[in-house]
C-alpha cells in the first residue's frame, strides 16, 4: 500500500521539481526585471526585492529537499507509522513556518549587503562631488541628478563632529570630554537625520520627486560648505571674517541644495515653501553652530566647575595681556595658537 | 610552546600555561604594533583581549574627579570605552561595505591594537602634567600626542591596507584619521584636577 503511493508521490514530486523548476526561471526573469527598473530609482528598494526573492528561493530547495526526505521515512515505516507521522510533520511545519519568517525577517534588515551599493563609490567621485557641492547648477527645467551614495554625507557628518571637539576651547578649563562628544555626535547626526526627514516630508506634501536617500546624500554633501567654514572661523575669531565665510561659502552650498530641489519641484508656492525651509535651516544651522553652540557647551562647563568666564566676553578675553607688543588688529586666535605666538614672542 | 600544553603534564602548572601562552600573543602583538612592517600576525591570530587592556588603561588614565567633588569618574570611563568600541565598530562596517575582505573580528582587533602608541602618548602626557603648567608644557604634550597619532595611522593602515580594494585605500583610511584624532583630542585635552 505504500509502494503504489511511492512512485505516484515519486512522480508528483518529479513533476512538482520541474514545475518549480520552471516558476524558478520565471521568477529569475522577473527578478531581472524589477532590478533594471529600480537601478535608475537608486531608492534601494529593489534590494530588499532581491534579498527576499533569494531567500524565498533558497527556502524552497530547503522545502523540496526536506519533503523528499520525509517521503522516504513514511514509505519505510508503512501504515502504523504514518498516523504518527502525521503529527510530526505538523508541528515541524508549524517550526519551519516560524523559523522562515524570523530568519527571512534577520536576513532582510540584519544584512548589511542592503547598504554595500550606497558605498559603491572612488575617491575621485567623492572628491568631485565635494566640490559640486559648492557649485550651484541653475538649470532648473529638468531634474537634476543626485548622487546616491551615503559615504560622502557620513564622512562629512563625522568630520563635522571631530571639527566641533577641535573648536572647544582646551587652555584652562577642565572639560568632561564625554558630555561635549555626546553633544556633539548628538547635534551633527540630529541635524542631518532631522532635518532631511522633515525637507523630505514637505517634499511629499510638495510633490516634488526626491527620495529620501536622495534628501540625505544632498543634505550631506551640504554640510561640506558648514565644516570649511568652521575650520577656519574656529581658528581666526574675527566676526566680520566669520560673516563673510558665512555668506559666501553658506550660501553657495545652500544655493546648490535649492537649485536642485527647484529642479525636481512644480509650482511657484511648493518650490518657495520647500526652498525657503531649507535655505533658512541650512544658514541658520551653520550661525548656531558659530555662536550658540559654544553658549551650550559653556553652559555645561559652568554647571560642572561654577561660572568663571563670562560667555560674552569669551572671545576679546585677556588677548592684549598676551600679546603686548605684536599690535594685531582685532584678530583672536584659539589656545593652541596663543600658545604657539607665546612661545615664538618669549624667544 | 604548543607542544607543552597539549602534553597531560602536571596538574600544578597545566591552568597557567594558556595564560602565558595568550600573554605572549598579546605581548608579540604589540610589538608589531610598535614596528609596524607589512605582516598577517595580527590578522592572522586576531583576539581581543589586548584591545580590551588597551581601552581599559586609556578609560581609567583619562577619569580625574577627586571623592569629595560631585562628578564622579563613572560617566567618563564608560564614554570612552563607547566611543572606542562604536567607533572601531564603525570603522568595521564602514570597510566592508567599502568592498574589503576582512572579517569583522580581524578588524576591530587592529583598530584596537593600534591604540597603542595613543596610551603610551597618555602615560607620557601624565608625567609631563606632573610638571609645572604653561605653554612649553602644552607643547610638549602636543608634539607627543602629534607624532603617536601618526604612529597609530601608520601602523593601522599597514595592516588594514591591504585588504581593501587597492583604489580605495583612501576611502578606507580616513574614518581611522578622524577615529584616532578624536582619541587624541580627547588626550591632548586631559588636565588633572
Same mark, same amino acid.
Given at each position: 500500500?505504500?509502494?503504489?503511493?511511492?512512485?505516484?508521490?515519486?512522480?508528483?514530486?518529479?513533476?512538482?521539481?520541474? @514545475?518549480?523548476?520552471?516558476?524558478?526561471?520565471?521568477?529569475?526573469?522577473?527578478?531581472?526585471?524589477?532590478?533594471?527598473?529600480?537601478?535608475?530609482?537608486?531608492?534601494?528598494?529593489?534590494?530588499?526585492?532581491?534579498?527576499?526573492?533569494?531567500?524565498?528561493?533558497?527556502?524552497?530547495?530547503?522545502?523540496?529537499?526536506?519533503?523528499?526526505?520525509?517521503?522516504?521515512?513514511?514509505?519505510?515505516?508503512?501504515?502504523?507509522?504514518?498516523?504518527?507521522?502525521?503529527?510530526?510533520?505538523?508541528?515541524?511545519?508549524? @517550526?519551519?513556518?516560524?523559523?522562515?519568517?524570523?530568519?527571512?525577517?534577520?536576513?532582510?534588515?540584519?544584512?548589511?549587503?542592503?547598504?554595500?551599493?550606497?558605498?559603491?563609490?572612488?575617491?575621485?567621485?567623492?572628491?568631485?562631488?565635494?566640490?559640486?557641492?559648492? !557649485?550651484?547648477?541653475?538649470?532648473?527645467?529638468?531634474?537634476?541628478?543626485?548622487?546616491?551614495?551615503?559615504?560622502?554625507?557620513?564622512?562629512?557628518?563625522?568630520?563635522?563632529?571631530?571639527?566641533?571637539?577641535?573648536?572647544?576651547?582646551?587652555?584652562?578649563?577642565?572639560?568632561?570630554?564625554?558630555?561635549?562628544?555626546?553633544?556633539?555626535?548628538?547635534?551633527?547626526?540630529?541635524? @542631518?537625520?532631522?532635518?532631511?526627514?522633515?525637507?523630505?516630508?514637505?517634499?511629499?506634501?510638495?510633490?516634488?520627486?526626491?527620495?529620501?536617500?536622495?534628501?540625505?546624500?544632498?543634505?550631506?554633501?551640504?554640510?561640506?560648505?558648514?565644516?570649511?567654514?568652521?575650520?577656519?572661523?574656529?581658528?581666526?575669531?574675527?566676526?566680520?571674517?566669520?560673516?563673510?565665510? @558665512?555668506?559666501?561659502?553658506?550660501?553657495?552650498?545652500?544655493?546648490?541644495?535649492?537649485?536642485?530641489?527647484?529642479?525636481?519641484?512644480?509650482?511657484?508656492?511648493?518650490?518657495?515653501?520647500?526652498?525657503?525651509?531649507?535655505?533658512?535651516?541650512?544658514?541658520?544651522?551653520?550661525?548656531?553652530?558659530?555662536?550658540?553652540?559654544?553658549?551650550?557647551?559653556?553652559? !555645561?562647563?559652568?554647571?560642572?566647575?561654577?561660572?568663571?568666564?563670562?560667555?560674552?566676553?569669551?572671545?576679546?578675553?585677556? !588677548?592684549?595681556?598676551?600679546?603686548?607688543?605684536?599690535?594685531?588688529?582685532?584678530?583672536?586666535?584659539?589656545?593652541?595658537?596663543?600658545?604657539?605666538?607665546?612661545?615664538?614672542?618669549?624667544? | 610552546?604548543?607542544?607543552?600544553? %597539549?602534553?597531560?603534564?602536571?596538574?600544578?602548572?597545566?591552568?597557567?600555561?594558556?595564560?602565558?601562552?595568550?600573554?605572549?600573543?598579546?605581548?608579540?602583538?604589540?610589538?608589531?604594533?610598535?614596528?609596524?612592517?607589512?605582516? /598577517?600576525?595580527?590578522?592572522?591570530?586576531?583576539?581581543?583581549?589586548?584591545?580590551?587592556?588597551?581601552?581599559?588603561?586609556?578609560?581609567?588614565?583619562?577619569?580625574?574627579?577627586?571623592?569629595?567633588?560631585?562628578?564622579?569618574?563613572?560617566?567618563?570611563?564608560?564614554?570612552?570605552?563607547?566611543?572606542?568600541?562604536?567607533?572601531?565598530?564603525?570603522?568595521?562596517?564602514?570597510?566592508?561595505?567599502?568592498?574589503? /575582505?576582512?572579517?569583522?573580528?580581524?578588524?576591530?582587533?587592529?583598530?584596537?591594537?593600534?591604540?597603542?602608541?595613543? #596610551?603610551?602618548?597618555?602615560?607620557?602626557?601624565?608625567?609631563?602634567?606632573?610638571? %609645572?603648567?604653561?605653554?612649553?608644557?602644552?607643547?610638549?604634550?602636543?608634539?607627543?600626542?602629534?607624532?603617536?597619532?601618526?604612529?597609530?595611522?601608520?601602523?593601522?593602515?599597514?595592516?588594514?591596507?591591504?585588504?581593501?580594494?587597492?583604489?580605495?585605500?583612501?576611502?578606507?583610511?580616513?574614518?581611522?584619521?578622524?577615529?584616532?584624532?578624536?582619541?587624541?583630542?580627547?588626550?591632548?585635552?586631559? #588636565?588633572?584636577?
Amino acid at each position: 500500500m505504500a509502494t503504489p503511493a511511492a512512485p505516484a508521490g515519486g512522480a508528483r514530486n518529479g513533476a512538482g521539481s520541474e @514545475w518549480g523548476g520552471f516558476e524558478e526561471n520565471i521568477q529569475g526573469g522577473g527578478s531581472a526585471v524589477i532590478d533594471m527598473e529600480n537601478m535608475d530609482d537608486t531608492s534601494g528598494s529593489s534590494f530588499e526585492d532581491m534579498g527576499e526573492l533569494h531567500q524565498r528561493l533558497r527556502e524552497e530547495e530547503v522545502d523540496v529537499d526536506a519533503a523528499a526526505a520525509e517521503e522516504e521515512d513514511g514509505e519505510f515505516l508503512g501504515m502504523k507509522g504514518f498516523k504518527g507521522q502525521l503529527s510530526r510533520q505538523v508541528a515541524d511545519q508549524m @517550526w519551519q513556518a516560524g523559523k522562515r519568517q524570523a530568519s527571512r525577517a534577520f536576513s532582510l534588515y540584519a544584512n548589511i549587503d542592503i547598504l554595500r551599493p550606497y558605498f559603491d563609490v572612488e575617491p575621485a567621485q567623492v572628491r568631485s562631488r565635494l566640490l559640486e557641492s559648492m !557649485i550651484p547648477i541653475k538649470m532648473v527645467n529638468f531634474p537634476q541628478k543626485i548622487a546616491g551614495e551615503l559615504y560622502g554625507p557620513l564622512m562629512l557628518v563625522f568630520t563635522l563632529v571631530a571639527i566641533l571637539l577641535h573648536g572647544m576651547k582646551t587652555s584652562d578649563t577642565i572639560i568632561r570630554e564625554g558630555t561635549l562628544m555626546g553633544t556633539a555626535i548628538g547635534t551633527c547626526f540630529g541635524y @542631518w537625520l532631522g532635518v532631511s526627514s522633515f525637507i523630505y516630508f514637505l517634499a511629499y506634501l510638495c510633490n516634488a520627486q526626491i527620495t529620501m536617500l536622495q534628501m540625505l546624500a544632498l543634505l550631506g554633501y551640504g554640510l561640506f560648505g558648514h565644516c570649511i567654514v568652521l575650520f577656519i572661523t574656529y581658528n581666526i575669531h574675527l566676526h566680520a571674517l566669520f560673516y563673510l565665510f @558665512w555668506l559666501l561659502v553658506g550660501g553657495l552650498s545652500t544655493l546648490r541644495m535649492v537649485a536642485v530641489l527647484v529642479s525636481r519641484t512644480v509650482g511657484p508656492t511648493q518650490r518657495l515653501l520647500l526652498c525657503g525651509t531649507l535655505a533658512t535651516l541650512h544658514m541658520l544651522f551653520l550661525l548656531y553652530l558659530h555662536f550658540a553652540y559654544h553658549k551650550v557647551v559653556e553652559g !555645561i562647563l559652568d554647571t560642572l566647575e561654577g561660572p568663571n568666564i563670562p560667555p560674552m566676553q569669551r572671545v576679546p578675553r585677556d !588677548i592684549p595681556a598676551a600679546l603686548p607688543a605684536a599690535r594685531l588688529p582685532a584678530i583672536v586666535l584659539n589656545a593652541t595658537a596663543k600658545a604657539v605666538v607665546v612661545t615664538l614672542q618669549s624667544h | 610552546m604548543a607542544e607543552a600544553a %597539549e602534553s597531560p603534564g602536571d596538574p600544578g602548572t597545566a591552568t597557567p600555561r594558556p595564560l602565558m601562552r595568550d600573554l605572549k600573543a598579546v605581548g608579540k602583538k604589540f610589538m608589531h604594533v610598535l614596528y609596524p612592517r607589512k605582516s /598577517n600576525t595580527l590578522l592572522r591570530d586576531w583576539d581581543l583581549w589586548g584591545p580590551l587592556i588597551l581601552c581599559v588603561t586609556l578609560a581609567l588614565m583619562l577619569q580625574r574627579g577627586s571623592v569629595d567633588s560631585e562628578k564622579d569618574g563613572g560617566p567618563q570611563f564608560a564614554e570612552v570605552f563607547v566611543i572606542v568600541w562604536f567607533g572601531a565598530v564603525t570603522i568595521t562596517l564602514n570597510s566592508k561595505l567599502l568592498g574589503g /575582505n576582512i572579517s569583522f573580528f580581524q578588524s576591530l582587533c587592529v583598530l584596537g591594537y593600534c591604540i597603542l602608541p595613543l #596610551t603610551v602618548a597618555m602615560l607620557v602626557c601624565r608625567l609631563v602634567l606632573l610638571a %609645572e603648567l604653561g605653554p612649553i608644557n602644552f607643547m610638549v604634550r602636543l608634539f607627543v600626542v602629534i607624532v603617536m597619532f601618526a604612529w597609530s595611522i601608520v601602523a593601522s593602515t599597514a595592516f588594514l591596507a591591504d585588504s581593501q580594494p587597492p583604489n580605495r585605500k583612501a576611502l578606507a583610511v580616513y574614518p581611522v584619521f578622524l577615529f584616532y584624532f578624536v582619541i587624541s583630542w580627547m588626550i591632548l585635552t586631559f #588636565t588633572p584636577q
